[in-house]
């Protein structure tokens, strides 16, 4: 079975500063693929990034960018110059496929950027 | 970005009554849909996968006639809450993943309250 840890349950941050988010996942799958997940106090799931297992290079979106470490099954989110607006709940989560329903949703991290 | 859209919103009922949610997919098919239950300051926990056409797949633990699932069309899901009480109190949110595409996209959410 396909798990996925997030040993962060909460972390805080100062506006402009950078933060680390952890995740660590356990699969055997060759071909999967890795997300992260925001979730503000409106509660409602945003996409922030996500990585494919085959490709070596590390996704970045914006502010937003990811280490994929795959021997080591490690996946960690950066945030880069925290805003208000990061404050949520983060959520690392895997899937096995393209069209498998297989995702795996970790416990998350609550981050809350402070002024 | 593909739209997942859910409604009710928040939903009070008495004990006993029985609550339908729905979970539509605006701009893509869907052939399948899931449906998941958030507790308070926890993750997402998966209830059912919904596929069109045919019955759901439950995970285990999940009672199959409480929690009843339609998926008549390839862009609408319904979760029924059946003979609600308030141990069914709970924030449940759908999700649909389109065609090759390995992103979930989520609904905003039903915050249910079973007096």
């Known amino acids: 079975a396909q798990t996925v840890t997030q040993s962060q349950p909460e972390m805080s941050v100062q506006e402009a500063e950078t933060v680390t988010l952890s995740c660590t996942y356990d699969?055997?799958?060759?071909?999967?693929?890795l997300f992260w997940y925001k979730q503000p106090p409106s509660r409602q799931m945003i996409l922030v990034i996500r990585q494919e297992a085959y490709k070596q290079q590390n996704a970045t979106e914006n502010r937003f960018s990811v280490n994929f470490q795959k021997a080591a099954k490690s996946f960690s989110l950066k945030i880069s110059d925290s805003q208000l607006g990061d404050t949520a709940m983060y959520f690392c989560?895997?899937?096995?496929?393209?069209?498998?329903?297989?995702?795996?949703f970790g416990p998350g991290t609550r981050l809350s950027v402070l002024p | 970005g593909a739209v997942v859209s859910q409604h009710p919103s928040w939903v009070i009922c008495k004990s006993g009554t029985s609550v339908k949610i729905e979970c539509r997919s605006l701009d893509f098919q869907a052939t399948t849909m899931f449906w998941y239950r958030q507790f308070p300051k926890q993750s997402l926990m998966l209830m059912a996968t919904?596929?069109?056409?045919?019955?759901?797949?439950?995970e285990q633990g999940v009672e199959k006639d409480k929690f009843l699932i339609n998926h008549a069309s390839l862009t609408l899901s319904t979760l029924t809450v059946t003979s609600a009480h308030p141990e069914d109190s709970s924030f449940y949110i759908c999700?649909?993943?389109?065609?090759?595409?390995?992103?979930?996209?989520f609904g905003s959410g039903t915050q249910l309250s079973v007096l």
């Open positions: 919904s596929n069109e056409g045919s019955k759901a797949t439950y």
């Open positions: 699969t055997s799958e060759n071909n999967y693929y």
């Open positions: 999700s649909a993943t389109p065609v090759a595409n390995e992103k979930l996209f």
């Open positions: 989560a895997s899937k096995y496929d393209n069209y498998g329903q297989n995702f795996v």
